[in-house]
């Protein structure tokens, strides 16, 4: 399906499916909520790598955000806060920790439990980055108008939603 289009945004042409590398995408492929997601996150990689920080990933980003709105909160209600499992969320943990943007201490009450705190160099870090993802966060919805991006927003959450609930049932 050589000919077959990608939908574009208003007022931009759209373009072959495979354009980039000159290969028909099976529609089967096309038609995938999957398949486009995992297209979206590859590419969103990608540019997170060059316009934020090659360093920083887009995880360790929301754990020093939701760290820094919530300090001392235990490590796993940061995963669930962040989107992630604990096992993901205990390895970035132990990442910023390494790098000295965070420091893990053990709740009084419970030793078992990591409670999270961010230091000055990790402030720092978080503050510089702050404004690089902001402008990415504008690139990225650039197709859509003001208007528009708080409803593509809304049904991007809904589908994260329901998706999140589908991977509990099953």
Known sequence: ????????????????????????IPHALTA??????????????????????????????????AVASAPGRDQRSMASAVALDTST????????????????RADAADGRRKLLFLTGEGERTLHAA?????RLDERLLAP???????????LLTSLADHWEGLAGEL
Not at 36 to 50: D, E, G, H, K, S
Not at 130 to 134: A, D, F, L, N, S
């Open 130 to 134: 702050q404004e690089r993802v902001r």
């Open 1 to 24: 399906m050589a000919d077959e289009t990608i939908p574009s945004a208003p007022g931009t042409a759209s373009a072959p499916v495979g354009a980039a590398s000159g290969t028909a």
């Open 32 to 65: 995938a909520p999957g398949y486009q997601v995992r297209r979206l996150y590859q590419a969103y990689l990608a540019v997170w790598v060059r316009a934020v920080d090659p360093t920083l990933t887009g995880p360790q980003f929301a754990v020093l955000t």
């Open 144 to 154: 859509y108008d003001a208007g528009q991006r708080p409803e593509v927003l809304r």
């Open 89 to 104: 969320m205990a390895d970035v943990a132990r990442r910023l920790e390494t790098r000295g943007l965070i420091v893990r």
